[in-house]
């Protein structure tokens, strides 16, 4: 909802034109309106790249994991799904023939266990997920194995597509737990994917560096949790939304360690072999990695309301990649575009404004806003006659004479540009214009004439 886009605190910046009306059109504060299904989704354009543009997304999203992780050319080669995969254990394509065969016939009769990931099988799985939600103070859960005999009945329900009443008192939390923990261990691959399994233990061996540049011991949780975050945004679709769902009721699992003793860590021992192990593989495989991918696991529920939302840049790139601007390809990018604009500041002080380019360009932005707002507009009037529609026309109103206002203040004479820049500026940016400059050692006061004499001044 728009509320919760709001709290997020990762708005990205607007343009401000044709961004900032809609969205000021869009985000209503008043109470009535509320309550109304409105979604404002700050990855709405992330999702819409990723869609609609499958390979620019992905090529964004890599350019950013390798900015943070060290991946040589195979092993990035083997995230990209290009070369075949080499992972301890044996598990990997070949090895993996026969029980994806024997998964594709299993699938063919509708059977849930054993077979490729897909949102019908989520959907089934689901129904466990949120049993054990309201059942999350029982001692050991996940730990303590059920009864066979009636994680068999479930299993035969799952499987066949059958909606279960767990609330019944037939089942109980243990049995639930562990037909849970069940179907993860029985998916072709690990919920993260083969592929994803060397940026893990890259990720790992993230580490903060002192005063002098020197890599310490302390892992660095901010690089960490970014890193994660943009390996889940190319994780295919139906893992990524078990993978939310999973760790999301480990996260709650653990917030109850005080009744059902089990920790973080004590989750990543029992679901690290299921979400990160490549299949097949086991703790002598893996040697001194098992340390890193259990810990992952519990790094993971522990941040696990932060890992599924697109780092900020990457909102941003996808936003102005809609909007008709230069996409930037990382985040050094947004931060050198962000520099070029203070350089340019201080360049405006010893040369003279090209006035008739400013006016085009600020031209060009009201026309942009202009059509996106007569979009919008001509949609609130196909709407049927509702409250909700009342309120948005009026909303409307409110909006058009902004606008009309804005317009008068974006155009004014050519001599009194500079001038009416200067009063727009902030008092950090008038400090950064003004600093160093011998020609310009005003006062505050001197830039508050009054409304009347403006146009004799000079910039």
């Not at 897909?118 to 059942?135: M, S, V």
């Not at 066979?148 to 243990?174: C, K, M, P, W, Y």
Request: aromatic letters at 6%; glycine letters at 6%; hydrophobic letters at 35%.
């Amino acid at each position: 909802m728009a509320t919760e886009a709001q709290s997020e605190g990762e708005v990205p910046a607007r343009e401000p034109g044709r961004s900032e009306a809609i969205c000021n059109f869009v985000i209503c504060n008043d109470s009535s309106l509320q309550s109304q299904p409105i979604i404002f989704n700050p990855d709405f354009f992330v999702e819409k790249l990723r869609h609609e543009k499958p390979e620019v997304f992905t090529e964004l999203v890599v350019s950013n994991i390798t900015r943070l992780i060290d991946l040589p050319g195979t092993e990035l080669a083997q995230l990209m799904g290009e070369v075949d995969l080499k992972l301890p254990g044996g598990a990997g394509p070949a090895s993996g023939f026969f029980r994806s065969l024997m998964s594709l016939k299993r699938k063919e009769k509708g059977v849930v266990f054993g077979s490729p990931l897909t949102e019908e099988g989520i959907a089934q799985i689901y129904q466990l997920i949120e049993y054990l939600h309201k059942n999350l103070r029982v001692e050991g859960l996940f730990r303590v194995p059920g009864n066979s005999v009636r994680q068999q009945i479930l299993r035969d329900a799952l499987n066949n597509g059958t909606d279960i009443d767990l609330e019944s008192g037939e089942f109980h939390s243990n049995d639930v737990a562990t037909l849970l923990k069940m179907f993860l261990g029985e998916l072709p691959e690990p919920l993260l994917t083969h592929k994803h399994f060397h940026a893990h233990l890259k990720i790992a061996d993230l580490m903060q560096f002192d005063d002098k540049g020197n890599k310490t011991n302390v892992p660095d949780k901010e690089r960490q949790i970014e890193a994660l975050q943009l390996l889940f945004l190319i994780l295919p679709p139906p893992n990524r939304n078990l993978l939310k769902l999973l760790l999301d009721l480990l996260y709650q699992t653990a917030k109850k360690q005080d009744k059902n003793k089990m920790s973080a860590h004590n989750l990543a021992l029992m679901f690290a072999p299921h979400v990160l192990w490549p299949k097949n593989a086991t703790a002598n495989d893996l040697q001194e990695n098992i340390s890193k991918l259990n810990d992952g696991m519990a790094f993971m529920i522990k941040h696990s309301q932060k890992l599924f939302k697109a780092p900020a840049y990457i909102r941003e790139c996808a936003r102005l990649h809609y909007l008709g601007s230069r996409t930037q390809a990382s985040k050094d990018d947004l931060d050198l575009i962000a520099s070029c604009h203070t350089r340019s500041f201080q360049l405006a002080r010893s040369q003279k404004w090209n006035r008739v380019d400013f006016c085009s360009h600020q031209e060009e932005t009201q026309q942009r806003t202009e059509e996106a707002l007569r979009e919008l507009f001509q949609h609130v009037h196909n709407m049927p006659e509702s409250a909700k529609k009342k309120q948005l026309i009026r909303q409307r109103k409110v909006l058009g004479n902004q606008m009309m206002s804005e317009k008068k203040n974006n155009y004014p004479p050519p001599d009194s540009v500079a001038i009416g820049e200067l009063k727009r500026a902030s008092k950090e940016n008038m400090n950064l214009l003004f600093s160093g400059s011998p020609a310009v050692l005003m006062t505050p006061t001197r830039l508050k004439w009054p409304e009347g004499k403006k146009e004799g001044k000079k910039a």
